[in-house]
């Protein structure tokens, strides 16, 4: 069973081929990535018209080459998948007709993906991992922890209340002077600062409920920049080392109560899992590692190639959806929106 998937949701074209590996595993025949970064680095931010456009000129070309890096043609493949949201919705549009096109011409079966589920399932793809896990996924546009109990079977245990975590690293660089996306060059700046030199807040720290909130970290940060004013290379560094630690602190906390409201809800979970953009950034990782060994859990993320916005990730939710029988018809809808986790049965 080989699996193409597309994913033009946001500022990557990217499409794979994936097929079963071993031991519920994937296997990844072609993964293909051209990032926008360089299109809207000059904004500081994701323009949607300049997206859409440029998925439309090199979309085509990045199917051939998937198809021409796994040795195959559009006759050997046995479904198409295509991220059909959440996202900008211009981008969205021109990946969900491109794929109901080539099911359309070809006769394969289509595969309308949810971007987010595909992030939550790909450490299926990576490490074979079974059902129930408990996943953080944090991206910039969405941070969530979710009880994730099978194909389609999302439960969200917490959310943010106002900026998800990518988006505020992204803030914060932009105020800082740091480049686009910000996740990366806060995290390079944060090695050599010094974390404990401004006292950050830890909003939400020992709330019951697992959610987040990140807006009065942001602002703190702000207020301590304003104050230090003009900022040195090392004030900058000192600044991104706590902020960093700040959101360490609250994501760790968040998921000590993620972990005990995970039981009631989906039982004793296999793993602890990280997914989305954020989970590249080594910090986190090595505290959800550490917070995992504590609670006797194995800790999976995603290698780096496969923590941002990839197509492989889509291809391999199509290829689960497709083995349940779960296909689309050409009245797919592209959504701008689309939430996949419900919240717990009350
Ligand atoms: O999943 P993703 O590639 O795209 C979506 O938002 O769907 O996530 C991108 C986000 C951006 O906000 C980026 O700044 C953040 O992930 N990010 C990071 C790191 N690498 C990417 N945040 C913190 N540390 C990183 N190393
Ligand atoms: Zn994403």
């Not at 360089?38 to 440029?54: L, W």
């Not at 998800?164 to 700046?189: N, Q």
């Not at 700040?246 to 409201?261: F, G, I, K, M």
Request: net charge negative.
């Amino acid at each position: 069973m080989n699996v193409l998937g597309i994913e033009t949701t946001c500022d990557e074209t990217a499409t794979a081929i994936v097929a079963p590996g071993e031991d519920g595993r994937g296997l990844i025949r072609a993964n293909e990535v051209l990032s926008q970064i360089a299109e809207h680095a000059a904004y500081g931010g994701v323009v949607p018209e300049i997206a859409a456009r440029a998925h439309v000129e090199v979309l085509d070309r990045l199917i051939a080459r998937a198809l021409d890096t796994a040795g195959m043609r559009l006759a050997d493949l046995d479904g198409i998948a295509v991220a059909a949201g959440p996202g900008l919705i211009g981008g969205v549009l021109i990946g969900l007709v491109t794929a109901k096109t080539l099911s359309l011409v070809a006769r394969k079966p289509l595969v309308a993906v949810n971007h987010l589920e595909a992030h939550a399932l790909t450490a299926r793809l990576t490490d074979g991992l079974s059902f129930p896990y408990l996943l953080l996924l944090a991206s910039g546009g969405h941070t969530q922890l979710v009880a994730v109990k099978g194909v389609g079977e999302y439960v969200r245990l917490g959310t943010t209340i106002d900026d998800a975590i990518g988006e505020a690293f992204d803030k914060v660089a932009k105020l800082l002077g740091l480049g686009y996306p910000g996740g990366p060059e806060v995290e390079r700046m944060a090695e050599a600062g010094d974390p404990e030199r401004f006292a950050l807040p830890r909003p939400m720290l020992g709330r019951r409920e697992a959610n987040f909130s990140l807006s009065g970290l942001k602002t703190a940060l702000r207020i301590e920049a304003e104050r230090i004013a003009p900022l040195a290379e090392r004030d900058v560094a000192d600044l991104c080392a706590s902020f960093q630690a700040a959101v360490v602190d609250v994501v760790v906390d968040r998921l000590r109560v993620a972990l005990r409201a995970f039981g009631p809800v989906a039982g004793h979970p296999t793993a602890l899992v990280a997914a989305g953009g954020v989970s590249a950034n080594g910090a986190i990782r090595r505290a959800l590692a550490a917070q995992a060994g504590q609670a006797g859990l194995a800790f999976v993320a995603p290698p780096l190639a496969l923590c941002g916005d990839n197509g492989a990730m889509i291809a391999w939710a199509g290829l689960e959806r497709l083995r349940l029988g779960l296909v689309d018809d050409l009245t797919a809808p592209a959504r701008a929106r689309w939430p996949f986790a419900e919240a717990p049965a009350a």
